[in-house]
């Protein structure tokens, strides 16, 4: 039983990593776009 959930895991780690990529690369886009909006209003 724990083998089929480690192969089932190992599957879809690649997909579970990019997402998490995709979800921290869109995090960090949005936090330079919020300090440079910051910095341009000073």
Same mark, same amino acid.
């Given at each position: 039983m724990f083998n089929l959930v480690k192969d089932d895991f190992d599957e879809n780690s690649d997909d579970i990593l990019n997402s998490?990529?995709?979800m921290l690369e869109k995090?960090?886009? %949005?936090? %330079? %776009?919020?300090?440079e909006k910051i910095d341009k209003e000073d």
């Open positions: 998490i990529n995709k995090n960090k886009k %949005e936090k %330079e %776009e919020k300090n």
